[in-house]
């Protein structure tokens, strides 16, 4: 079992006749992916990789009954696509860019929950169900069917933490890429109530950085309603006060408000596995399994 996507997954390209988009399109084809439209305005009657193009989300959700967009366009037009996307009403929307504007995602996030749309990043590497379907831009072939269900918001902290377990036959259900810009669309606290329900997820891993309250609010989220084991990576220990680190939202603040410490401090609290590296996350992974 996986859920946000898997074999009946009917995904628009928004962005396909871009380089990435279409470089994307043709890997996720490769993987599997029923990649049934792309959309890009002024651009309809085209095709990409074989995968016919529409100016609008709208037409091609009528046409190809998709029910899901991952978005290859530059951050100053990912309002508009977005938007167009959960207004047609296609239920699960992936942001990739880096880099929208706040008050761009403070609009769609609020939007996107008005409307019943899942919506995730910005800034997100997308959404794989290893041996299914994958929504974005991972290297898949670093990915393997398991039990341990991942949630990241760094990219490359995730590929490192997945190709650790591969060397180690560690497998995954499903694996996300939350996004590490300011305002998400959904946090981790919205995703482990998913983690939570899905059968095939044993173990669940949460990869975090300094910055933000959204590691605070899922410790409490946790320590109500979570039974499975959660292992947390917390980045940036190092990282100055009022500094902005790799991603928009890693800011330590002055008064050390979204510190890695404090992050630490609830997690542990909620019962959650703390581990100091990718290294350490995976060695406490391999533990768990086989404590079972």
Known sequence: MSFLIDNET????????????????EQMLIYG??????????????????????????????KHGANAAVLFVPPKFMYGAAYEAIISGIPLVITIAEGVPVH????????????GCRLIGPNSF??????KAKAGFMAHRIFSEGSVGLMSRSATNAYETVFLMQQKGIGQSTCIGVG???????????????????????????????????????????????TKPVVALIAGKNAPKDTSMGHAGAIVSPDGEGSAENKEAVLRAAGVHIAEGTEHLVEIVEQLIKGK
Do not use: C, W
């Open 10 to 25: 009917r995904l628009i390209v928004q962005g396909i006749t871009g380089r990435e988009g279409a470089f994307h399109t």
């Open 126 to 131: 997308g959404i794989i169900s290893p041996g």
């Open 180 to 226: 590490g810009d300011m305002i998400p669309g959904s946090p981790f606290v919205d995703m482990l109530p998913l983690f939570e329900a899905d059968e095939q997820t044993e173990i669940i891993v949460m990869i975090g950085e300094i910055g933000g309250g959204e590691e605070e609010l899922a410790a409490a989220y946790i320590s109500e309603h979570v």
């Open 33 to 62: 992916t029923q990649v049934v439209a792309g959309v890009t305005p002024g651009k309809g009657g085209a095709e990409v990789h074989g995968v016919p193009v529409y100016n609008t989300v709208m037409e091609a959700k009528v």
């Open 104 to 115: 761009d995602m403070l609009r769609l996030h609020h939007l996107a929950r008005e409307k």
